[in-house]
């Protein structure tokens, strides 16, 4: 080992090191908070040199933190000794992300709209209803959950919109896209809308993570989580990050849906999630031609959603029913629910204000959904 060890050495031995995100080396990308610390004490066996580095990272959750750290550790002693005592220390540019349960802390409900299979209109239900609470004056969030099949940026007529980041309180965050009054965020924001998203389900739960932790949400009286279909590593996610308020399930009046609208059902009662089921929500509830609409033709059967809420006991929240204009206006990024004069407007006009109602009367009636695993 040298006899005298110099910041110098250090800092040469530092630029041997490349850091993944910049791929430049650790002082070219401006890693180093300040001259490395080199200091030594005498002991019986000769002296013992100590080396103190401050690396910078962009934040806490930087993927090739440990990484960098191991590798800036290495070439120090590769450089400058065996012997030498090395301390790498970390900061971040942002503060680090709010620990579970501390989370969206301006959010006063969070509702997750949720189905037991696709297809029933579960992304439909979940705009109309962000929109008519926004119309009932409500301050509202709506994050499209669904990081495999987003739908969200299409609906809204938002598909070529880039969310940008702001500063705040020391962090990093992304800036949701607002339009119809309603505060909006989803992977198809960031991602292709021709490319298939081939993510393991780690890379989408951290996705998911971000959009809820590291965005500007800022104060909201219902944040709507748009969940994708079935039961997945999504739900468990936003179950385990989240002490969400209350679920809304989505479905149709068909036998096959119904079965897995009780799956759905079923995975919020069970005893280790315990979040209340607010009421189901009977999509396509009967056809009404626009030429004639005084009439109703049950194509998927009649009130089969009234009786699973019976069954359930929980509330039968609405009834929407199937007219030619909220495929077009979904299809167009005008929801249905900006025409109140529409006979699909008012029945989701109606379903705002049973939500409210039934929040209401749960939040006086049951304590706050604690988060899963906590």
Known sequence: ??????????????????????????????????TPVVSHRDEADGERWHVRVDLVFARDTDPFLKSTVKAAEAAIRYHCGEDVEVEVRTEFKSKPRPEVGQMLPGVKNIIAVSSGKGGVGKSTVSANLAISLARLGYSVGLLDTDIFGPSMTKMFGVEDVRPYAVEKDGRQ??????????????????????????????????????????????ELDYFILDTPPGTSDIHLTLLQTLPITGAVIVSTPQQVALADARKGID???????????????????????????????????????????????????????????????????????LNIDTITGQAFLSLAQSVVTVVNRRNAELPKTKIVGT
Request: charged share 25%; net charge negative.
């Open 267 to 337: 995975m919020y009662r069970n005893d280790k999630v315990q979040v209340p089921i607010l009421g189901l929500v009977e999509n396509m509830a009967w056809f009404t031609p626009a030429e004639l609409p005084e009439n109703r033709y049950y194509l998927f059967g009649k009130e089969g959603c009234r009786q699973l809420a019976e069954e359930m006991k929980v509330p039968l929240l609405a009834q929407i029913p199937i007219v030619q204009s909220i495929c077009e206006s979904g299809d167009a990024g005008k929801p249905a629910a």
């Open 173 to 218: 965050l992304i800036e949701p896209v607002e339009k119809y009054g309603v505060k909006l965020l989803s992977i198809g924001f960031f991602v292709s809308a021709d490319t298939a998203t081939l993510w393991r389900g780690g890379m989408a739960t951290s996705a998911l993570k971000q959009l809820i932790a590291d965005a500007d949400w800022g």
């Open 1 to 34: 080992m040298n006899k005298t060890l110099y910041p110098k050495m250090v800092e040469e031995a530092l630029r041997t090191v490349m850091y993944p995100g910049t791929k430049k080396n650790l002082v070219e990308s401006e890693m180093l908070a300040d």
